[in-house]
């Protein structure tokens, strides 16, 4: 292996090595290949450090005028695809100064001082997982509007609702939108609370225990958008935990989103035609002609497998680590842009199929009516009117659902006569709850499903993300 040594020690902490690293020690410990995608956080970080260090009298302001026009040099090199990243250079960190050298030389050198790389990538990686609390968010709240639009449309039409995945009761096709503006809505908070809890900056901290120069935390604090510095600078370089509760979140955001995803899968199959989903959003078979196949909701319902995998293997990197910074945190990184990058595609996705797909009004009632979905509202008339025990009245509405069943027919086709059988103080005016209309309208507890409370809770989402 010593033929593949680099014969020169790393030039920015090689001062103590004779010789550079084997060629396997460097293709494990570089993290270019991935943290390059850092490189606007790492030089906003730089920039605001700069400033601080002159504003304190650490450098001199000319130092920290060339620095900071300089990062903006070595910036636009990244976004214009011309910079050159050196494995050697380990990291974003050290490639970024690294060329910050070599375009304004000897001030470069001054930029590190009072910090460590330790402090530097916990900075980074809070700036980019907040970026992507906003980004989720926003996902987030366009998807909402989506499922509102839907809602608002199918506000009173009918369908079945499901235990088990068995006809339960009737529903609205606007109230089982809201149930996952509902979900989305918490993933919304989720989101939001996470970011403000990692909302405290680590720059500053160094190494592990903070700096002998006379820095000003709050100020670098304040000029990168954070509430506050952290308080402890063990903890600030050594915290993942907000890296993992935007996993967490996003975990059961993409849990969400799966759910909803299986129920697309279902409601388009021939069996069920519930909706019909947009062309732009379905493939076909090469083989089979009359095949559409809903692709985005199945590789939506299968994003949470690798989401909630980074939310796993993080916790397991983090897990038993001893104070402070340990290189096995640079293993951190690679999970959550995986993780953030599904995250949003699943959401646009979902968004997209949201929005262009049709719901089949007719087949809704049509399901609706079938499988004995009023059978509840029959008991509760036998509570309500004949004053009835609820077990009796489930029993007896049992024996007519059997009855029925035998018939191969539905509860509204009974004859007054066959239902008086199993109870003679039935009436006429039982036919009016069997319908599913009726068995909807008069769900009306907060909350529930009659097309009053769903509008009430249309109105009252729309302001919240207006
Ligand atoms: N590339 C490293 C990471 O991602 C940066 C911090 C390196 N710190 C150190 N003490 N070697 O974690």
């Known amino acids: 292996m010593t033929d593949k040594t680099s014969k020169t020690s790393n030039k920015m902490w090689g001062g103590r090595f004779a010789a550079g690293p084997d060629a396997i020690m460097e293709a494990i410990n570089a ?55 050196s494995a050697a250079l380990e ?16 001030p470069a050198g001054r930029l590190h001082t009072g910090r460590s790389r330790n402090d530097q990538v916990a900075t980074d990686f809070k700036l980019w997982v907040r970026d992507q609390c906003d980004a989720a968010e926003g996902a987030l709240v366009a998807l ?5 639009t839907q809602a608002e449309a199918g506000a009173d039409w009918v369908m079945p609702g499901f235990t088990h995945l068995q006809t339960a009761q009737p529903v609205t096709w606007g109230h089982h939108m809201m149930a ?41 604090a304040k000029a990168l958008g954070f509430d506050r510095p952290s308080a402890n600078s063990l903890d600030a370089v050594s915290d993942r935990d907000f890296a993992l509760e935007y996993l967490g979140s996003a975990s059961i955001c993409a849990m969400h989103l799966s759910r909803f995803a299986e129920e ?17 959003f379905s493939t076909g078979s090469s083989i089979m002609p009359q095949k559409k196949n809903p692709d985005a909701a199945e590789l939506i319902r299968a994003k949470i497998g690798r989401i909630f995998g980074a939310n796993v293997a993080l916790m397991m990197v983090m897990k038993g680590l001893p104070l402070a910074y340990s290189k096995d945190m640079q293993e951190d990184k690679e999970q959550v842009f995986d993780a953030a990058d599904n995250l949003m595609l699943a959401l646009a996705a979902m968004e997209g199929m949201v929005r262009d797909m049709s719901a089949n ?53 009974l004859t007054l006569e066959q239902m008086k059988l199993e109870h003679d103080g039935i009436t006429e005016d ?37």
């Open 31 to 85: 993290s270019i290949s991935f943290d390059k995608r850092m490189a606007a956080q790492d030089i906003a970080g730089s920039r605001a450090h700069a400033s601080m260090l002159a504003t304190q009298g650490i450098i001199e302001t000319s130092d920290a005028e060339a620095i900071r026009e300089g990062l903006l040099t070595v910036l636009s090199e990244i976004e214009g695809g011309t910079f050159e990243y």
């Open 91 to 106: 990291d974003i960190h050290m490639n970024v100064e690294a060329r910050l050298k070599e375009v304004i030389g000897e």
């Open 144 to 148: 909402i509007r989506a499922l509102l």
């Open 180 to 220: 996952y503006v509902e979900m989305f809505g918490r993933d919304l908070s989720r989101m939001r609370d996470a970011r403000a809890r990692m909302n405290e900056s680590p720059l500053g901290a160094a190494a592990l225990a903070g700096t002998s120069f006379p820095i000003d935390r709050e100020m670098t």
């Open 264 to 280: 697309l899968v279902i409601w388009s199959s021939a069996q069920f035609r519930f909706v019909t989903l947009s062309d732009r």
């Open 361 to 413: 009004r007719d087949q809704l009632a049509a399901a609706a009516g079938s499988g004995f979905s009023t059978a509840t509202d029959l008991a509760d008339w036998l509570v309500r009117v004949l004053g009835l025990p609820f077990r009796d009245a489930h029993h007896i509405t049992g024996a007519l659902v059997a009855m029925a069943e035998t018939q191969g027919c539905d509860l509204p086709d």
């Open 430 to 466: 039982v036919f009016s709850v069997l319908g599913v209309e009726n068995s909807v309208n008069s769900r009306i507890s907060y909350g529930g499903t009659a097309p009053v409370q769903v509008r009430a809770q249309i109105a009252r989402w729309k302001e919240l993300v207006a």
